[in-house]
């Protein structure tokens, strides 16, 4: 039996929608290029063909481009390992649990994504580490809106904060961040909560720092709440943006009366801290 890998291109805000679509419909990791290229793999052609006409009907109006090609027969339960290495941030590594050795000079996250989103290895996630590794003060307390694997939650943590409060609106990704936060004994400064983050995250200020690594329509809905939430002296993080973005996002930050303090690109993907003014 030969596997067969589907790739899908559609727009940036149809993505994310797509990719949960996916992992649900196929019941395995989704793989995100830095180009924003989904890939979801089928076990046979026919099954390749019925994933794809199914794409078509998910997608819902959005152009969804899909392409098949068939792959040497591996073990999938672990595919999702390859290429999965240990990222240094400043002070901070970023490292899966089957690395040996782990590294132990620096600031060290021990974390498997496995099918929630959030490894280290995405440009998104990389803007929002080398921004929060930049702005995290120790004694901070930090709210993450779509915390996804909860890996900037630990990481702001490891970094110093004192307690991190990640919300996420996919029930099966807070499983796998809450076995993180167990790998590297933070379960008592991680919480993790199951549902909207404009709704919860008025409610969970005053912090400190928010991080908010998501997409550009979400970010810009979450503004209100967001404002809400930090402390007087407090920064947002924003991410999950491509670099083209920042000519949209920037004056609707301004407008809700941010000002910005620091940006972050990394192949093609853009991210910005800013306080209120």
């Known amino acids: 039996m030969s596997w067969w890998a589907i790739d899908v291109r559609t727009t940036a805000d149809a993505r994310d929608r797509l990719g949960a679509w996916l992992v649900s419909r196929t019941g395995q990791a989704v793989e995100e ?17 019925e994933l794809i006409a199914d794409i078509g009907r998910a997608a819902e109006g959005n152009a969804a481009e899909t392409t098949r090609r068939r792959i040497d027969p591996v073990d ?11 990222r240094s941030f400043g002070r901070l590594t970023v490292a899966p649990s089957w690395i040996d050795p782990l590294p132990t000079d620096d600031i060290v996250v021990v974390l498997d994504p496995e099918t929630a989103f959030g490894s280290g290895e995405h440009g998104s996630t990389r803007v929002a ?3 929060l590794e930049r702005r995290v003060k120790p004694g901070d307390t930090v709210l993450d809106l779509g915390s996804g694997s909860g890996i900037l939650a630990l990481a702001a943590v490891k970094l110093g904060a004192t307690r991190a409060i990640g919300i996420e609106n996919d029930p099966e990704a807070n499983v796998v961040a809450r076995r993180n936060a167990e790998r590297n004994g933070l379960a008592g400064a991680v919480e993790l909560l199951d549902g909207d983050a404009g709704d919860l995250a008025p409610l969970l200020g005053p912090a400190d720092l928010v991080l908010s690594n998501i997409l550009r329509s979400a970010n810009t809905a979450l503004l209100p709440a967001i404002g809400t939430a930090l402390a007087r002296d407090g920064v947002a993080i924003f991410s999950g943006m491509e670099a083209d973005e920042a000519a949209l996002f920037l004056p609707v930050l301004d407008a809700a009366g941010f000002a910005v303090v620091d940006q972050q690109t990394d192949t093609g993907w853009w991210g910005v801290a800013a306080r209120r003014r």
């Open 129 to 131: 580490l080398a921004l």
């Open 33 to 49: 290029r830095d180009d924003g290229t989904l890939v979801t793999f089928a076990p046979d052609e026919a099954a390749a063909d």
């Open 76 to 86: 999938w339960t672990i595919r999702w390992r390859d290429g999965l290495g240990a």
